[in-house]
């Protein structure tokens, strides 16, 4: 039974549109984690959640907002989607040190 | 500020040989380290960590990483590998006192049968 899961899996979009990516653990992992991986740069940490209620911002967090409504639920909000937004996003949930995370399947999205 | 450096974006070797990916970090207080898989079209998957104590740390399938501080380095081996190790591999730092992990741009294993 996967433990991360994203919805969706794949996404085009159009520049301008808000797009919305979800995240779903069963872990009861406190932290949580949204990367983008490009290919050239690895995995690249966009925002991050110690737990329900909290958000803060990695290293490329302009153009991305978060939220993380619950223990289990963890969304990355594009509110203006760009082309260069075009990338495939990770989300993960961590233990309590982050070193041993737990990676979903990936979103693939393409913004035109 | 610290980096992470894996310097071969492309191994290639033979079923059976033995295999090391090398990763470099800079950063001089506390760290941790680990090592993730990444097959084509998945996630992540966790290897191998280490905090303390022995150098050498086992991971699974048979993959174990050895951290030298005189050489700032973490490098994953394996003696024997599998067409199924194919993948990309990505070494990982923490600082000791923060919960996010920086990752290498990979290394892109190539098992050939």
């Known amino acids: 039974e996967a433990a991360v899961t994203q919805s969706p899996r794949n996404k085009v979009a159009v520049t301008g549109g808000k797009v919305t990516l979800s995240c779903n653990q069963t872990?009861?992992?406190?932290?949580m984690y949204w990367y983008r991986q490009d290919t050239g740069h690895g995995l690249r940490l966009i925002h991050y959640s110690y737990g329900a209620g909290s958000t803060e911002k990695g290293d490329i967090p302009d153009g991305y907002k978060a939220s993380r409504p619950s223990q289990e639920n963890f969304s990355l909000i594009l509110e203006l989607a760009t082309p260069s937004q075009t990338s495939v996003y990770f989300c993960?949930?961590?233990?309590?040190?982050?070193?041993?995370?737990?990676f979903g399947p990936g979103t693939r999205l393409t913004v035109l | 500020t610290q980096t992470v450096s894996q310097s071969d974006a492309h191994v290639t070797v033979f079923e059976g040989d033995s295999v090391e990916l090398r990763c470099n970090y800079s950063y001089g207080g506390s760290i941790y380290l680990s090592w993730y898989i990444q097959h084509h079209g998945h996630g992540l998957q966790f290897l191998l960590k280490y905090y303390s104590g022995n150098p050498v740390v086992q991971g699974v399938n048979g993959f174990e990483a050895e951290f030298s501080k005189s050489d700032s380095s973490f490098h994953l081996r394996k003696a024997s590998v599998h067409w199924s190790d194919s993948a990309v591999y990505f070494c990982a730092v923490r600082m000791s006192n923060y919960n996010v992990l920086y990752f290498g741009s990979g290394t892109k294993l190539t098992v050939e049968p």
């Open positions: 872990n009861n992992h406190n932290n």
């Open positions: 993960a949930s961590g233990d309590a040190k982050g070193d041993e995370q737990y």
